[in-house]
């Protein structure tokens, strides 16, 4: 049988730390670890369920004697922190209300959402239930998180694809995800797609590398504008006497109409003065 794991809880302890960081007697344990799952439902759904979508990743908590400190790792810092830090204020009092403790509340900004495996399932998600194509969809964000700089992505969906009656999984893959290497830096979430025929589960791998290698951004190549052309001199002088030319042509196509205008009147004059 195949001893399949999260790749997150495999290497938690051992490359990647805790996503909450505190100690509590046995009487404590239960009451905290119910408190973390409340705090970090409640971001999940004032953040990533209602628009305007804040795009929360990771909610990391830290509890110390006097305080919970709540760290908000997000795509879209401005909506979470709102005009003037508007918005997080309001979130500390309604955490605090929830938990009943002092709450300090930061956000880091994730600089490539593409290299987020918990974005880029929600946003696969958010493409399923608004009917595009899952094979398209899968495809362009495993193209995505390539150009921005990953080794290896693997995108599973499974259930009713295109709203077929028999459920089926469907399979995207690009590079090379090592699973069973501890030093490798493997991203790994799960996200459901709610749609009008059921439920679709996605699942997002994606390899970065090894541990304390920084990835390398592609470097985006601008495009230089053409330069203007610039025309010769003998090209210059035949254009400024070509257009002195046509001005006097239609000089002298203009002049004989007036010549023939104030002749027809001398002739209207005679013709009057002879009948007169």
Request: proline share 0%.
């Given at each position: 049988m195949g001893q399949k794991t999260s790749p997150i809880g495999f290497r938690t302890g051992v490359t990647i730390g805790w996503q909450s960081?505190?100690?509590a007697p046995k009487a404590n344990y239960g009451e905290f670890l119910v408190e973390d799952q409340r705090i970090r439902q409640y971001v999940d759904r004032k953040y990533n369920?209602?628009?305007p979508k804040g795009a929360v990743a990771k909610t990391q908590i830290i509890r110390t004697r006097n305080e919970v400190k709540v760290t908000l790792h997000s795509a879209r810092p401005g909506v979470v922190i709102g005009p003037r830090g508007g918005e997080i204020d309001k979130l500390r009092e309604e955490l605090e209300d929830i938990t009943g403790r002092t709450i300090s509340v930061n956000v880091i900004e994730i600089k490539e959402p593409d290299?987020?495996?918990?974005l880029v399932g929600e946003a696969i998600a958010e493409q399923l239930s608004k009917r595009a194509s899952f094979r398209r969809t899968m495809k362009q964000f495993c193209e995505a998180a390539m150009n921005a700089g990953a080794k290896g992505v693997k995108i599973i969906c499974s259930g009713r694809l295109a709203g077929s009656e028999m459920a089926r999984k469907e399979t995207q893959k690009l590079g090379s995800i090592p699973l069973h290497t501890l030093d490798a830096?493997?991203?790994y979430a799960t996200a459901t797609?709610?749609?009008?025929?059921g439920a679709i589960g996605i699942k997002v791998w994606i390899y970065k590398g090894k541990f304390g290698e920084e990835i390398e951004q592609p470097q985006r190549r601008f495009k230089r504008r053409p330069p203007k052309r610039v025309v010769p001199d003998n090209k210059a002088k035949r254009a400024t006497s070509r257009k002195k030319d046509d001005v006097k042509s239609d000089g002298q196509a203009n002049s004989p109409r007036v010549s023939e205008t104030s002749n027809s009147d001398a002739t209207q004059e005679n013709v009057d003065n002879t009948e007169s």
């Open positions: 960081t505190w100690f369920r209602t628009m290299l987020n495996a918990t830096n493997v991203d797609s709610r749609t009008t025929y």
